[in-house]
């Protein structure tokens, strides 16, 4: 059995999930968060580690979210307000076990 993980998105008021992030690579944990403001724009970080076993060293990625409210359209047609997330990445040798 794998472990399976998910990134969250909630909105604070409804308490109801806006969005999620789940397409890690395979053996992929992820280990921190921090949320930060470049140039007036936020994002989302998140570090990762990659365990494949005792045999091989241990890598990471650094996964930056661009976390944006914007209007769209709903499946049924419906404009409202939704959370638009880009997403970049950059691999690292080693875990990512801190982000400041």
Known sequence: MTDAF???WIEPVTWTQVAQFDAWEENEIPLCTHAAVLRKQ?????GTANF??????CR???LLFDVKWDMGMTNRGVRQRMLKIKSAHRSETGPVAALD
């Open 60 to 62: 990471g990625r650094i």
């Open 42 to 46: 936020h994002f989302m970080a998140v």
């Open 52 to 57: 494949e076993g005792e045999d091989a060293g």
């Open 6 to 8: 998910e990134l969250r």
